[in-house]
């Protein structure tokens, strides 16, 4: 090295020990001297970092592109910039940047060259990070399967588009980009975009439901529309999500046609029923009427008394009908709520049904607290009650039992009503609360029952937001459990 060589490189490694980054000079592709700042990164020696040592110490990843970036500089000797990742005192590879130039010593022969490294490994990773976030949100709006598009909240322009919507609608990119949103055919509804893009403006949200959009081949598709307002960095973007729901629509419609198919088939089988029902005491009256009009005498006491039965049965039955077949909301209305006191209207339907039960030689034991109140309607608990004892009676056996029990629990009184009839078999129970169902026994021990009973029973404890459970044993008996809500 000359005299002069020797003078300016003391200089420059003087110069470089006081800056305040990590500097390197090299000379023909050698590293000549790194500065304390480098060392104190590196944690190295200088022996190990110059001479051909640095390259060592960068990751493999980078180092022919760094390699690259210096050859290109040697040849042109135009200053360069380089990002690499650099071998760290803790061992761990940290992001840096490189900036060289050419050094002249002041008569401007080369030393070599000078550069200047900085430690931009946060900056860096945060870069890949995002990096990452958007090459994944990239895939998404290109694989999605629904349409999306992105505007300029300033302007309305569109920005971008996504190649599901671009199928959907049957428009290119560049029929979107650029333009604002109500210069695209499917939304050439002026006055509807513009009105959906000063409310999306204002409170940075729109959905519709059901959109029609017509396509460029002129065909209409039914869409979900939700836009949403947020910032991209400065400067603040509606994304619009638009669904196709064709196929949601017909899956509904076909849902709805069949809904209304089978009302109109428990309407028609109700019908029957009803219908069916009606006949056996129409047919029992005209027998009786046309069996009295034959008779010489015709105010024979004892065809009266049975078409008498008959019309009691008949009105039974259409009373109960009338109300089962009203509209649920509409009875609702004219159910009258009022504090009852249910421990004196059971002792009260109890006292009036031990008059019948006795003739059966059947007892019925009342078992309750005083004064327990819950808010109904006297005359349809009376009903609900007198039902289910009654049924105790008609489907009791000689000489049996039927208890009432009622006791307070969580706001609730839960009456049991207990018999030991002849039961109800497993596979009837689930329909026992249908209406018209009758048990294949019941009918034998009791032709007068109509089955529409427990079903005006279950009515009115829904109505009164309770429940309504039975429990029952062929040939050993029945338990009814009547839950209703205390008053408040
Ligand atoms: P019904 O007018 O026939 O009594 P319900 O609707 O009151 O009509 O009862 C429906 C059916 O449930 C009855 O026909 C009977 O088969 C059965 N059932 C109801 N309560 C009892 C009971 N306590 N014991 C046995 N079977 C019962």
């Known amino acids: 090295m000359s005299q002069v060589l020797e003078k300016d490189f003391s200089n420059i490694k003087i110069t470089m020990d006081t800056s305040p980054y990590m500097m390197c000079l090299t000379k023909n592709e050698s590293v000549v001297y790194v500065n304390t700042k480098w060392l104190s990164f590196t944690g190295r020696s200088l022996s190990e970092e110059t001479g051909e040592g640095r390259f060592n110490y960068i ?46 010593s002041p008569d401007g022969t ?7 490294c900085v430690d931009i490994d946060k900056e860096k990773k945060t870069e890949i990070k995002l990096h990452a976030a958007e090459t994944k949100y990239r895939r998404l ?97 509606m994304q619009c999500n638009i669904r196709d729901i064709r196929e ?4 509904e419609m076909v849902d709805s046609a069949l809904t209304t198919l089978k009302q109109e088939k428990q309407k028609n089988a109700f019908i029957a029923d009803v219908t069916h029902e009606l006949r056996t005491p129409l047919a029992i009256i ?74 059966r030689e059947i007892s019925i034991s009342l078992n309750m607290p005083n004064g327990v109140i819950t808010s109904g309607d006297a ?17 009791g056996k000689k000489n049996g039992f039927i208890q009432v029990d009622g006791r307070v629990e969580k706001k609730q009184i839960i009456v049991t009503v207990t018999d030991n009839g002849i039961g109800i078999s497993e596979d009837e129970l689930p329909n026992i609360f249908e209406r018209f169902y009758r048990t294949f026994h019941a009918r034998e021990v009791h032709d007068g029952g109509t089955g529409l009973g427990l079903a005006m029973s279950k009515w009115i404890v829904e109505a009164h937001l309770g429940t309504i459970t039975v429990a029952s044993e062929m040939h050993k008996g029945t338990t009814f459990t009547i839950s209703l809500p205390l008053f408040s």
Do not use: C
């Not at 592109?65 to 990742?85: A, C, D, M, N, S």
């Not at 080369?110 to 200047?116: A, D, E, H, Q, R």
């Open 248 to 251: 949601r629509k017909r899956a």
């Open 286 to 359: 005209k027998g009786n009427v046309e069996l009295a009009l034959r008779a010489k005498n015709v105010t024979n006491k004892k065809t009266f008394q049975a078409i008498n039965l008959e019309i009691n049965h008949l009105t039974k039955m259409i009373i109960d009908l009338a109300v089962l077949t009203t509209d649920n909301q509409i009875v609702q209305r004219k159910i009258n709520l009022e504090k009852i006191n249910l421990s004196a209207l059971l002792s009260d339907v109890v006292r009036r049904l031990q008059v019948v039960s006795a003739s």
């Open 141 to 237: 709006f290109e694989t999605a399967h629904d349409g999306i598009l992105i505007l300029d909240a300033e302007n309305a322009e569109i920005t971008d588009v996504n190649p599901f919507l671009k199928e959907l609608l049957g428009y290119s990119k560049e029929e979107f980009l650029g333009k604002k949103l109500w210069e695209v055919g499917p939304f050439k509804n002026i006055h509807k975009s513009k009105e959906l893009f000063k409310t999306l403006q204002e409170t940075g949200y729109v959905r519709y439901e059901d959109m029609p959009l017509e396509t460029k081949s002129g065909e209409l598709v039914a869409v979900e529309f939700v836009s949403n307002a947020y910032m991209a960095g400065a400067t603040r973007v």
């Open 379 to 395: 005359s349809y608990l009376e009903k609900l009650f007198s039902n289910i004892i009654s049924n105790g009676i008609y489907y």
């Open 110 to 116: 080369s030393l070599g060259f000078v550069s200047k």
């Open 59 to 104: 990751h493999k990843e980078d180092i022919n592109h760094v390699k690259e970036v210096i050859g290109f500089f040697l040849k042109t000797q135009k200053p360069y910039r380089v990002q690499y990742r650099l071998l760290h005192v803790d061992g761990k590879y940290k992001w840096v940047v490189e900036d060289g130039r050419l050094f002249l």
